[in-house]
């Protein structure tokens, strides 16, 4: 079998990054969110911690359809920010491709082949089931 070049291989890839995510089961998702707990909370508008969790990463209550590295008082790295910066706001897909590989859905979205996330753990499966709990646990739209 000939193996794949270099550039069917990413265009592959990319192509994979940016399809819409298969719907996620959120009751899958609540239990595959404990991988995230350690640098992730779900903390209510109102105080209620939904997940507690970590304080290396955002906050991830209300983060289906909040826009890309936005929440107030939190240091997000320049290319997250720079990846929202034109108004994108996440949806279940972005947060499915995302956790997958960070650092290449950022280079994808933002063009810059230097892009980094400062999330270096990678969720190889089980991304669309988490992006489905934590639109399950947001604000009501």
Not at 23 to 43: L, P, Q, Y
Not at 89 to 103: F, L
Request: hydrophobic share 45%; net charge positive; aromatic share 6%.
């Amino acid at each position: 079998m000939k193996p794949l070049s270099t550039g069917l291989l990413v265009t592959a890839t990319l192509l994979a990054l940016a399809a819409p995510a298969l719907a996620g089961d959120a009751k899958v998702g609540e239990e595959v969110f404990k991988k995230c707990k350690a640098c992730h909370s779900i903390i209510g508008s109102d105080g209620t911690a939904i997940q507690k969790g970590g304080k290396i990463g955002p906050n991830l209550y209300g983060v289906i359809g909040r826009q890309i590295g936005s929440l107030p008082d939190f240091k997000y790295g320049d290319d997250i920010v720079a990846a929202g910066a034109d108004g994108t706001k996440w949806d279940e897909a972005m947060v499915a491709a995302y956790v997958v590989d960070p650092t290449a859905w950022l280079k994808q979205k933002t063009g810059k082949e230097g892009a980094h996330s400062k999330m270096a753990f990678k969720l190889a499966t089980g991304g669309e089931d988490v992006a489905a709990y934590l639109a399950s646990v947001g604000p009501a739209k």
